[in-house]
């Protein structure tokens, strides 16, 4: 197991840094190449991280040619013909968001098992909205031995209301819709950049979507797909993860290629702080002076709301920032362990169930640090930049699934950092 070393103290990122295609849009864009019953369907922009690996893998294992091309960031998909219906446990059970793999098999052949997805430390991660919605098209959904299998000759096209704007189960069920027989509008559907993305390639499949990145989706079935290419959308987090680090370093960075309208709550955020943002070259510069933020109230919610992907980097700002500032996770019920570590920093934090006082500008010290999930390994990384001493951090396998080089990115900017093979 690798471990990430980070010498703190007084860090200040400078320079440019390449944002990758984003981890979100390219689990489901590998589960819409399932569709297609003829033609190839060739991805670009394809971020090399390890669930990319996961996913390619679950849909070999339905008998379909995947070709991962790391030099080119291509994955070239060709789903023609048979393809078998049930995905392999040993890799859904790697990875939760396999289960949107679970609407494009039953469309298109009928019948599906998968098994059920764990929870993760996050949260208990339930699927209830997926497989609601798949019944509601006239799916019969039954679960036995950990295993869910779904049939039906065709599905239906209805109305379907969802309780929650759940990403995966917007995800699932507008893919599986694009095969079924007539209409279906999804309402309280998730309104993210990553929707708007899977909508592009799967109307470039010769889907019908209409209404994508707002809450009403409405898909007209077809009798069939075809492969198309695409080139998957930059990961807003990752972006919006090195906007942080740069304002809380007093940094001065410019994220190449950052999509402004995929983050704007975080923007408004940093600039209500204080933080310098400036559109210049078709990126987003940040600049700031840690001294002169001020703390604020931050709530995580659905988009267009802040993002709760961004929230445990956004506390390691929180961290630097003297006043109280607050957090509140609405989204998921368990997303507050990477502040049980940083106060091994010496963070001041109070947690009472969704909500955490930040007591900001109190000098971290570096410490030995293991991370809990995807997000709060970029944090406390993060947060080791700005302590007094050295901070390791452990665990990577989570940093792994959602970043590709971010020790390397970070070190280019002038960070003290290095990656070693932990005995
Ligand atoms: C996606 O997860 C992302 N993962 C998550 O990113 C992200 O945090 C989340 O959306 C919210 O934006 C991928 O896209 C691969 P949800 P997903 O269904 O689809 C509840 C990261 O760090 N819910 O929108 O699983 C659920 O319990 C990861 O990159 C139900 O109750 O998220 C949670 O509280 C972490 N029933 C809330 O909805 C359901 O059937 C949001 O879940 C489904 C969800």
Aim: glycine share 10%.
């Amino acid at each position: 197991m690798d471990k990430i070393i980070v010498e703190g103290g007084n860090t200040r990122l400078q320079g440019e840094v390449v944002i990758e295609g984003a981890k979100n849009a390219v689990l489901p864009l590998l589960a819409a190449t399932i569709l297609p019953k003829e033609g190839q369907t060739r991805l670009r922009n394809v971020p090399i991280l390890s669930d990319v690996y996961t996913m390619n893998n679950v849909v070999r294992g339905l008998d379909i040619d995947v070709d991962f091309d790391e030099a080119k960031n291509e994955v070239l998909v060709d789903a023609s013909g048979n393809i078998l219906d049930v995905a392999p446990y040993e890799y859904v059970s790697q990875m939760r968001a396999s289960i949107v793999v679970l609407g494009p098999i039953l469309a298109r052949n009928g019948h599906a098992q998968v098994s059920m997805p764990g929870g993760c430390t996050i949260g208990s991660r339930p699927i209830d909205l997926h497989l609601k919605g798949l019944e509601a098209m006239g799916a019969t959904i039954t679960q036995t031995g950990g295993d869910i299998t779904a049939v039906a000759d065709r599905l239906k096209g209805t109305k379907i209301y969802m309780d929650f704007p759940s990403v995966g189960a917007t995800q699932n069920l507008m893919m599986a819709a694009t095969l079924a027989d007539g209409v279906t509008v999804i309402e309280n559907a998730a309104r993210e950049p990553e929707i708007v993305d899977l909508a592009l390639l799967l109307n470039k499949m010769g889907a019908d979507i209409k209404g994508a990145g707002t809450e009403t989706l409405t898909i007209t079935g077809v009798e069939s797909l075809h492969g198309a290419e695409h080139d998957v959308v930059q990961d807003r987090i990752e972006a919006g993860t090195f906007m942080v680090a740069a304002a809380m370093t007093n940094g001065d960075v410019l994220i190449k290629d950052a999509i402004w309208e995929h983050n704007r709550p975080l923007l408004a955020k940093l600039i209500e702080m204080g933080v310098e943002v400036i559109e210049e070259d078709g990126g987003i510069r940040i600049k700031a002076n840690t001294a002169s933020l001020k703390p604020v109230t931050v709530k995580t919610l659905p988009y267009p709301g802040f993002p709760t992907d961004m929230q445990a980097q956004f506390t390691a700002l929180m961290a630097v920032v003297k006043g109280e500032s607050t957090m509140v996770e609405t989204v998921f019920e368990n997303r507050f362990q990477h502040l049980e570590e940083m106060r091994r920093m010496g963070l001041h934090t109070e947690i009472l169930r969704d909500t955490a006082m930040v007591h900001g500008g109190q000098k971290l010290q570096g410490a030995p640090v293991m991370s809990t999930d995807l997000r709060a390994s970029a944090a406390l990384i993060l947060a080791g930049m700005v302590a007094e001493g050295t901070t390791t951090v452990g665990k990577l396998t989570h940093l792994d699934r959602g970043y590709y080089q971010f020790h390397e990115k970070l070190a280019k900017l002038g960070a003290n950092i290095k990656r070693v093979s932990e005995a």
